[in-house]
């Protein structure tokens, strides 16, 4: 499979080493805003974003490795590609339950947990170690932190982002665009547009999304 890799960062790395760690994945190019122009080295193309429309063809497939979830959306909204382009990246330690569903797009980290039947909505983030329990139904451009814990049947709306070591007890729902602070426990459902800390949380202001 050729690979275009959007986001050339921190986050991207990671995402990188999962994509070659498979001898039938070639990236063939990464691009990203900061490239001001077209150049190459070992074969792979650098280049801005909008070189992306003289790459694309019926055996290539597009990551946007950002972990911004609202720069990821806003790439994806602007790029306009069929959902099909889009490749899910699951690195080999990561445990995906055969009852649950990744949408296209998403990425799932090492020794990430997937568990029976669990939905992911498109272009979200299972971070290293997170665990989402059974049934959970996460929504479209959701990031689950490193050794977050999603209990079952805990829902989230588009958006969300999860924060480190967070646990969330079964059947809550966090509204589209919220964020829990690190280390959390959250116990009771979060509003849309609120950023939620402490064990247990407590909303602490309103998020306004451009």
């Not at 958006?159 to 509204?175: D, E, F, Q, R």
Request: proline share 5%; hydrophobic share 40%; aromatic share 4%.
């Amino acid at each position: 499979m050729k690979v275009i890799i959007l986001g050339d960062g921190g986050h991207s790395r990671v995402i990188q080493e999962i994509i070659i760690s498979k001898k039938e994945n070639q990236i063939i190019a990464m691009l990203d805003d900061k490239y001001e122009q077209k150049f190459k080295v070992k074969g792979i193309i650098y280049a801005p974003i909008p070189f992306l429309v003289r790459l694309l063809g019926p055996n290539i497939r597009v990551v946007v490795a950002i972990g911004s979830n609202q720069i990821r959306k806003k790439i994806v909204k602007q790029l306009n590609l069929p959902s099909e382009y889009y490749l899910s990246v699951i690195h080999p330690t990561a445990v995906i339950s055969s009852t649950s569903r990744v949408g296209n797009g998403t990425v799932i980290m090492p020794n990430a947990v997937v568990n029976a039947g669990a939905e992911i909505g498109m272009h979200s983030i299972i971070n290293t170690g997170a665990i989402v329990e059974h049934d959970n139904r996460l929504g479209d451009y959701t990031h689950v932190s490193p050794n977050a814990t999603l209990t079952g049947n805990v829902s989230t709306g588009e958006g969300v982002h999860i924060g480190s070591s967070t646990t969330v007890i079964p059947g809550i729902h966090l509204g589209k665009w919220s964020v829990v602070g690190a280390g959390s426990t959250v116990i009771e459902h979060i509003p849309a547009y609120s950023k939620a800390v402490g064990c247990p949380t407590r909303i602490i202001e309103r998020i306004l999304i451009k």
